[in-house]
Nanobody
């Protein structure tokens, strides 16, 4: 088992910034991928961004491109999501999820956007953007 713990959520004003972190309790394999999802009340879980420890690039949803940046610290088993220019529509619970043993260019594929693809999930952290 792997525990994922998100932190860094909170209340921020429109245009503000937050940095979310996802800490994994242990390394499951030589390679792994972390994705961030979010879920607003009454809406489906939405894929945000993906990064792989293979170092073969990151991907992000069009809704957050240019505003959110995903990064990974392999030594610390930690992945971060830097969010800027936040808008009310970014209000949601944010989750990180782990894919064990991803293939090459996993994050570039469609399946990386599917919640069912990920084996482990964090408990979520609330982000609220006030106008």
């Amino acid at each position: 088992q792997v525990q994922l713990v998100e932190s860094g959520g909170g209340l921020v004003q429109v245009g503000g910034s937050l940095r979310l972190s996802c800490a994994a309790s242990r390394r499951t394999s030589n390679y792994y991928a972390i994705a961030w999802f979010r879920q607003a009340p009454g809406k489906a879980r939405e894929w945000i961004s993906c990064i792989s420890s293979r170092g073969d690039g990151t991907t992000s949803a069009d809704s957050v491109k240019g505003r959110f940046t995903i990064s990974m610290d392999n030594d610390k088993n930690t992945t971060s999501l830097q969010m800027s220019s936040l808008q009310p529509e970014d209000t949601a619970v944010y989750y990180c999820a782990l894919e064990v043993a991803p293939g090459h260019y996993f994050c570039s594929g469609f399946i990386a956007r599917l919640p069912a693809e990920y084996e482990f999930w964090g408990q979520g952290t609330q982000v609220t953007v006030s106008s």
